[in-house]
């Protein structure tokens, strides 16, 4: 295959937004450097290969390193591959420049054929290097997210439908690597948070010998709200353990010397989001809960809602209720109403109910048991829904009747399982149903009547809080979700620690209720970490901050994914 070469002339102006549609963010000459130059690995015959080149930031870093080895023939040795042809005119001028040129294909990397395949469109590489386009799901769509998704599923890889581009680009790009050869890519620090990434993470265990991580405290795209982290690997045959390097910014990465490396024996299942911790304040985590906490699946079982398959149909307000004269002993059951919002203190008092019911909420969920009598105002009702064509939703068509849901009785704690800041436990003082826009949890009978009482507001601890960061999972926009069995290892602090918690508390509930209910969340887990960290476990100042420290670089990282505040 012969150089391509690109003599239109460029635009004056690429544009910032266009790049941004294109997931395209170019690669700081520092960066890419230091990639290039660990791919090659002194081999001046190494053939290198960047599957998204843009305006060729590695190829000009790798040009120059394979120059300083002695390499002549950068042409065969050298190939980017970049959909955007612009993009590709500027690395071909940039290489003239520096007196090199390269093989340059004007394709989508999809549409190459890795040398397993039967008809096999390139040969294998040294080294792939490289930074993916970061286009999320959204934007991901139609024949190229078909095609994405094919490639890595001939990998071996099943992505979800959530997964953004950068995912499918890297399994495919590996795929055109020599047995023994290396993959250095910049990539999203999502890698080691988010839920439709664990596919990538259990991949990279399996597909290569060796793999480090180099994460960075930085942001390092000016363009870009998210942060990266540097991905080497290299072999294959699968390892057991990651090599960790903590950095500032691209300035430090030459002062990583050999032996500077941690060591991380990585889970199958679990996230890696604690990598994101520095080591002083995963080991301080670690120990705190290993020593005062346990899990909250040892109180009690974190359950889902009940699932209607439609809310909006199921969950009625008082005035519909009234309209169609639905009996509320017969036809329907009281709930907390679908969404979070509500839930502002600890708890969720029968007078928060009456007070959303009169405000018009949704604080019914339709639910006629089997002896209520089949009135004229519930057969309407009912006609209603199946002229909305509810009873065609798939939860309505496997039950019978479509139109009475499996209620869940009423917990004693609902846990707010999707949020911005943090997930909350909130005492169930209503003693009312819920719909699975929330979790509940049901505590064991045994569990002692100051655990319960406390439970909600002494989670609100900085160990607790730095727990969900690490076990929950990170969605778009910055949101946090919980799954059940991730709420179920929730640490919280044991029921002595609790008791002696809540005796200095205890007199206090109210008054931090009502700032909890008035937005003032900090100040209300500051006042439990002096009590519970400070006294009753004996941190020191300085750990407690290193606690509050780790919270606050997770949430932050997290929700720079979106554009939401620490303070929604």
């Given at each position: 295959m012969?150089?391509?070469?690109?003599?239109?002339?460029?635009?004056?102006?690429?544009?910032?937004?266009?790049r941004k549609r294109r997931g395209a963010y170019f690669t700081p000459p520092t960066i890419a450097e230091f990639l290039s130059r660990w791919a090659i690995a002194n081999r001046a015959d190494a053939?290198?290969?960047?599957?998204?080149?843009?305006?060729?930031?590695?190829?000009?870093?790798?040009?120059?390193?394979?120059?300083?080895?002695?390499s002549q023939d950068?042409?065969?040795?050298?190939?980017?591959?970049?959909?955007?042809?612009?993009?590709?005119q500027e690395a071909a001028?940039?290489?003239?420049?520096?007196?090199?040129?390269a093989n340059l294909v004007n394709k989508d990397a999809f549409e190459l054929e890795p040398p397993g395949a039967f008809f096999p469109t390139l040969p294998p590489f040294d080294a792939v290097v490289g930074n993916p386009p970061f286009v999320r799901y959204q934007n991901h769509r139609g024949e190229a997210r078909k095609a994405s998704l094919t490639a890595a599923l001939r990998q071996g890889v099943r992505l979800s439908g959530l997964a953004s581009s950068w995912a499918s680009l890297l399994i495919?790009?590996?795929?055109?690597?020599?047995?023994?050869?290396?993959?250095?890519?910049?990539?999203?620090?999502?890698?080691?948070?988010?839920?439709?990434?664990?596919?990538?993470?259990?991949?990279?265990?399996?597909?290569?010998?060796?793999?480090?991580?180099?994460?960075?405290?930085?942001?390092?795209?000016?363009?870009?709200?998210?942060?990266?982290?540097?991905?080497?690997?290299?072999?294959?045959?699968?390892?057991?353990?990651?090599?960790?390097?903590?950095?500032?910014?691209?300035?430090?990465?030459?002062?990583i010397q050999p032996f500077d490396e941690m060591a991380v024996t990585m889970s199958t299942d679990s996230k890696w989001t604690d990598l994101l911790l520095t080591v002083s304040q995963r080991q301080l985590f670690k120990s705190v809960v290993g020593s005062f906490y346990q899990s909250l699946g040892d109180l009690g079982s974190p359950e889902l809602g009940t699932v209607t398959g439609s809310n909006d149909y199921f969950a009625l307000s008082e005035s519909t209720r009234r309209n169609f004269e639905l009996d509320e002993q017969l036809h329907v059951l009281p709930i907390s109403p679908p969404g979070t919002r509500h839930l502002k203190g600890l708890a969720f008092t029968r007078g928060d109910w009456q007070g959303l019911r009169d405000a018009g909420e949704r604080v019914w969920m339709l639910h006629p048991n089997s002896a209520a009598e089949f009135t004229p105002g519930l057969r309407r009702y009912i006609e209603s829904g199946e002229e909305a064509g509810v009873n065609l939703a798939y939860k309505c068509q496997i039950r019978t009747p479509w139109w009475?849901?499996?209620?869940?009785?009423?917990?004693?704690?609902?846990?707010?399982?999707?949020?911005?800041?943090?997930p909350r436990i909130v005492a169930n003082h209503a003693?009312?149903?819920?719909?699975?826009?929330?979790?509940?949890?049901?505590?064991?009978?045994?569990?002692?009547?100051?655990?319960?009482?406390?439970?909600?507001?002494?989670?609100?601890?900085?160990?607790?809080?730095?727990?969900?960061?690490?076990?929950?999972?990170?969605?778009?926009?910055?949101?946090?979700?919980?799954?059940?069995?991730?709420?179920?290892?929730?640490?919280?602090?044991?029921?002595?620690?609790?008791?002696?918690?809540?005796?200095?508390?205890?007199p206090e509930r109210d008054a931090l209720n009502r700032q909890l209910r008035n937005g003032v969340w900090t100040t209300v887990v500051a006042r439990v970490d002096e009590v519970l960290l400070r006294e009753c476990l004996s941190l020191t100042a300085d750990e407690v901050s290193v606690l509050r420290a780790a919270v606050h670089s997770l949430r932050t990282r997290r929700l720079s994914r979106g554009s939401i505040s620490n303070d929604d």
């Amino acid at each position: 295959m012969q150089a391509r070469e690109y003599l239109r002339p460029l635009p004056l102006e690429l544009g910032i937004e266009n790049r941004k549609r294109r997931g395209a963010y170019f690669t700081p000459p520092t960066i890419a450097e230091f990639l290039s130059r660990w791919a090659i690995a002194n081999r001046a015959d190494a053939r290198v290969m960047d599957p998204t080149c843009g305006d060729g930031a590695f190829l000009k870093a790798a040009a120059q390193e394979l120059q300083k080895l002695g390499s002549q023939d950068l042409a065969e040795q050298l190939t980017g591959i970049d959909i955007y042809e612009p993009s590709l005119q500027e690395a071909a001028a940039s290489l003239r420049a520096q007196g090199a040129s390269a093989n340059l294909v004007n394709k989508d990397a999809f549409e190459l054929e890795p040398p397993g395949a039967f008809f096999p469109t390139l040969p294998p590489f040294d080294a792939v290097v490289g930074n993916p386009p970061f286009v999320r799901y959204q934007n991901h769509r139609g024949e190229a997210r078909k095609a994405s998704l094919t490639a890595a599923l001939r990998q071996g890889v099943r992505l979800s439908g959530l997964a953004s581009s950068w995912a499918s680009l890297l399994i495919h790009a590996s795929s055109f690597l020599t047995p023994d050869g290396r993959l250095a890519m910049v990539l999203p620090a999502e890698l080691l948070t988010v839920g439709y990434a664990e596919p990538v993470r259990k991949w990279l265990r399996r597909r290569f010998s060796s793999v480090k991580l180099i994460i960075f405290e930085k942001l390092q795209f000016e363009d870009a709200l998210a942060n990266v982290v540097l991905l080497l690997a290299q072999g294959t045959g699968g390892c057991d353990a990651f090599s960790l390097y903590f950095v500032d910014d691209a300035e430090d990465l030459e002062k990583i010397q050999p032996f500077d490396e941690m060591a991380v024996t990585m889970s199958t299942d679990s996230k890696w989001t604690d990598l994101l911790l520095t080591v002083s304040q995963r080991q301080l985590f670690k120990s705190v809960v290993g020593s005062f906490y346990q899990s909250l699946g040892d109180l009690g079982s974190p359950e889902l809602g009940t699932v209607t398959g439609s809310n909006d149909y199921f969950a009625l307000s008082e005035s519909t209720r009234r309209n169609f004269e639905l009996d509320e002993q017969l036809h329907v059951l009281p709930i907390s109403p679908p969404g979070t919002r509500h839930l502002k203190g600890l708890a969720f008092t029968r007078g928060d109910w009456q007070g959303l019911r009169d405000a018009g909420e949704r604080v019914w969920m339709l639910h006629p048991n089997s002896a209520a009598e089949f009135t004229p105002g519930l057969r309407r009702y009912i006609e209603s829904g199946e002229e909305a064509g509810v009873n065609l939703a798939y939860k309505c068509q496997i039950r019978t009747p479509w139109w009475r849901p499996p209620a869940v009785s009423a917990p004693d704690f609902f846990f707010t399982y999707m949020s911005h800041r943090f997930p909350r436990i909130v005492a169930n003082h209503a003693n009312v149903s819920f719909v699975n826009s929330m979790h509940g949890i049901r505590l064991r009978p045994d569990v002692p009547k100051t655990t319960r009482e406390s439970l909600s507001l002494l989670a609100l601890n900085s160990v607790t809080l730095l727990g969900a960061e690490v076990f929950g999972r990170s969605y778009g926009g910055g949101i946090l979700k919980m799954e059940p069995r991730e709420a179920a290892i929730l640490p919280i602090p044991t029921s002595e620690v609790l008791e002696r918690a809540w005796t200095t508390l205890r007199p206090e509930r109210d008054a931090l209720n009502r700032q909890l209910r008035n937005g003032v969340w900090t100040t209300v887990v500051a006042r439990v970490d002096e009590v519970l960290l400070r006294e009753c476990l004996s941190l020191t100042a300085d750990e407690v901050s290193v606690l509050r420290a780790a919270v606050h670089s997770l949430r932050t990282r997290r929700l720079s994914r979106g554009s939401i505040s620490n303070d929604d």
